[in-house]
T-cell receptor, first 111, second 113 residues
């Protein structure tokens, strides 16, 4: 069974601070996706990384896929209250195998 | 249309009731999913439909019965639920291309009384 461990589970920071969320596995994935979920809503895809060592930037968010395709990180620069939410990483495999979700990191950014 | 639409948004039902949750997408996605999410937890996979056929049932109790009438619609029929079944039920769809991920609906908040 493939597992994804996310850390930290909870994070509460002040507006303007930087943070990094980690997603680790002992298994290799063909892709790693990051979603953000706000209360009462479904998760929304932020990014998919597919190549080992790949780095993608989305405004103040930087996503990295590990060289061995077993881990990923999400770095947020100058966090804002609008970044508050549940961040989920999900590992994908080729074919029709469903995504494997991590347990999530609950981020709270305080103004 | 790039959305997954779920109805109703909220549902309160008694333990003897029968109700249905509906999910619709018009993106041509051939895979559709039901997830259950309890408060402060990640989504848990329940069912997967691929090309309108049930491909995965994650040992879900028979009081939950999925149905895929056509490639755009997914239903979840509920009968004789328990209070512990109260949760956010999420529907998702995917094209099968990993780069594009899953598109989730906003969910149905179910309360069983």
């Amino acid at each position: 069974t493939q597992l994804l461990e996310q850390s930290p589970q909870f994070l509460s920071i002040q507006e303007g601070e930087n943070l990094t969320v980690y997603c680790n596995s002992s298994s290799v994935f063909s892709s790693l996706q990051w979603y953000r979920q706000e209360p009462g809503e479904g998760p929304v895809l932020l990014v998919t990384v597919v190549t080992g060592g790949e780095v993608k930037k989305l405004k103040r968010l930087t996503f990295q896929f590990g060289d061995a395709r077993k881990d990923s990180s999400l770095h947020i620069t100058a966090a804002q209250p609008g970044d508050t939410g549940l961040y989920l990483c999900a590992g994908g495999n080729s074919g029709n195998t469903p995504l494997v979700f991590g347990k999530g990191t609950r981020l709270s950014v305080i103004a | 249309d790039t959305e997954v639409t779920q109805t109703p948004k909220h549902l309160v039902m008694g333990m003897t009731n029968k109700k249905s949750l509906k999910c619709e997408q018009h993106m041509g996605h051939r895979a559709m999913y039901w997830y259950k999410q309890k408060a402060k937890k990640p989504p848990e996979l329940m069912f997967v439909y691929s090309y309108e056929k049930l491909s995965i049932n994650e040992s879900v109790p028979s009081r939950f019965s999925p149905e895929c009438p056509n490639s755009s619609l997914l239903n979840l029929h509920l009968h004789a639920l328990q209070p512990e079944d109260s949760a956010l039920y999420l529907c998702a769809s995917s094209s099968g291309v990993e780069l594009y991920g899953y598109t989730f609906g906003s969910g149905t908040r179910l309360t069983v009384v």
